[in-house]
């Protein structure tokens, strides 16, 4: 479909493609399907979902043990959901470390952040080794500031740097430095982290389908799991042309998982949304920002953008409406509303942007975990999950593949003795409730921080609807 410009407010995604692909997508060949599951096959692990955590944990099981039968189940394409549409951003967990710190303890903390740098550098170090064109660049990301109220958002995450000992996790920026390295207007101090990198996630999640078909996973797709049974000697799982028996199952299908049972209260669901520009070189050689990091501000509500290799501004915001249980389509993927809002804070924070043309706009939905951290566990002694990145999967996705890929195995080592690994893990709403409230606390925060861009004190109404969440154990924002 293709947004209309009806108001003002549209302006800026006139004839803009606006679709669930997302622009990624657009520009890749699609692949043949693989063939659909018919029969019954059996397996050492069957792995369900086709995103990057599933492909991850079915290489990296294949990696340590080549004979292993491994069978993987998508409903659709492997890297045509979530995976291969996102920002691009295969970021660490370095600004998440007060609140990790506070959760899991130091030794946990640092062991969990390490773990998420390495796999940024493994993502790289794979592209190279596998031949892989996923346009990697580790140039950094910078966490920033747009408003007074959100000056010094970073330092939790600095103070907890320096006292495990990682100073060079993290570096504060001065509001100069910060122009120098991108001069926006709403731009004020920031943080940067080095461990961190863009890539194309569409190429990544399909070059990384094809070489998984290529070591001998089985690829089952447009085999959506209906049905999955575990006892003491195995699992079975159903889709409506057959049944794979195995040892493990891995549950990798991000946000509908709630839709299972004992999984139905430990995320919620909320959507994201992206715009992405025509090439735009000048604009970036006129603002400086040529040395390719990735940005966030500092809200709870947070808009997010990167520069791509032909010069476009791919910008996003992290306000889009909240999910209803597991229903992942319709407003989660394409919402001309939110889209134009998204349109209208891209040339606030670039005014040099306006009049050109935006190319596509595309969201997604978000599986939110209770301390923003990814939730990894198992159910029966033999269904090993994991879901909830927030916002952050691309980079953490390969770490979350280690622990899977172990927990399936049946080996105990590092990563499956993690802090995220069956973690006490807090409990959110049943449904409607959930939406409900998790609706109230959005529009309190979306007012209570448009106020501060402002300037203005936020309404003493909206800023205790805001602080609700953190108040009884679950965080907001990063």
């Not at 340590?64 to 996102?86: D, F, I, Q, T, Y």
């Not at 049972?261 to 040529?290: K, Y």
Request: glycine letters at 12%.
């Amino acid at each position: 479909m293709r947004v209309e410009a009806s108001a003002e407010a549209l302006r800026h995604t006139a004839g803009v493609i606006h679709d669930a692909q997302g622009f990624w997508l657009s520009q890749e060949e699609r692949p043949e399907a693989n063939a659909v599951l018919d029969g019954e096959v059996t397996a050492d692990v069957v792995v369900l979902g086709g995103g990057f955590s599933g492909m991850w944990t079915a290489w990296l099981i294949k990696e340590a043990e080549p004979n292993a039968r491994v069978a993987l189940l998508e409903s659709g394409l492997c890297g045509h959901g979530p995976s291969g549409r996102n920002g691009g951003f295969a970021n660490s967990m370095w600004f998440g470390l007060g609140s990790m710190r506070e959760t899991f303890g130091d030794e946990g903390t640092l062991a969990l952040a390490e773990a998420a740098e390495a796999a940024i550098g493994e993502i790289g170090e794979w592209c190279s080794s596998q031949e892989v064109d996923a346009s990697f660049r580790d140039a950094g990301y910078l966490q920033i500031s747009t408003a007074q109220a959100h000056d010094g958002v970073w330092e939790p995450a600095v103070d907890a740097c320096r006292a495990l000992g990682r100073e060079d996790a993290v570096e504060v920026l001065s509001a100069d430095k910060v122009q120098e390295r991108c001069a926006s207007p709403a731009f004020r101090g920031a943080a940067f982290f080095p461990a961190s990198a863009t890539v194309n996630p569409a190429r990544l999640s399909l070059g990384l389908r094809r070489r998984l078909i290529e070591t001998g996973v089985e690829v089952y797709e447009h085999s959506a799991a209906r049905g999955m049974k575990a006892g003491p000697s195995g699992v079975e799982v159903r889709t409506d042309g057959g049944v794979v028996r195995a040892g493990h199952a891995v549950l990798a299908s991000g946000g509908a998982q709630e839709a299972v049972g004992p999984l139905r209260r430990r995320l919620t669901l909320t959507s994201s949304h992206m715009v992405i520009t025509e090439p735009v070189p000048d604009v970036l050689d006129e603002i400086g920002w040529t040395g390719g990091e990735c940005i966030t501000d500092g809200r709870h509500m947070l808009h997010y953008f990167r520069t791509t290799e032909d010069g476009r501004i791919a910008f996003g915001w992290g306000g889009g409406k909240m999910v209803y249980g597991a229903r992942l389509r319709r407003h989660a993927e394409v919402d001309a509303d939110v889209v134009a809002q998204v349109a209208t804070h891209l040339t606030r924070f670039f005014p040099q942007l306006e009049g050109r043309r935006i190319a596509h706009a595309w969201g997604g939905p978000i599986d939110v975990s209770p301390n923003h951290t990814p939730m990894v566990g198992t159910l029966d002694g033999r269904v090993h999950y994991a879901f909830g990145y927030t916002g952050n999967g691309v980079g953490p996705s390969r770490m979350v593949g280690h622990i899977l890929a172990s927990l399936a195995l049946d080996r105990r080592d590092d990563y499956s003795r993690l802090a995220i690994v069956d973690h006490r893990e807090i409990r959110v709403p049943p449904e409607p409730f959930r939406f409900i409230g998790g609706m109230v606390v959005r529009d309190a925060l979306l007012r209570k921080e448009r106020a501060e861009e402002l300037g203005q004190d936020p309404d003493p109404l909206s800023v205790m609807v805001a602080g609700i969440p953190e108040r009884v154990g679950v965080q907001i924002g990063r």
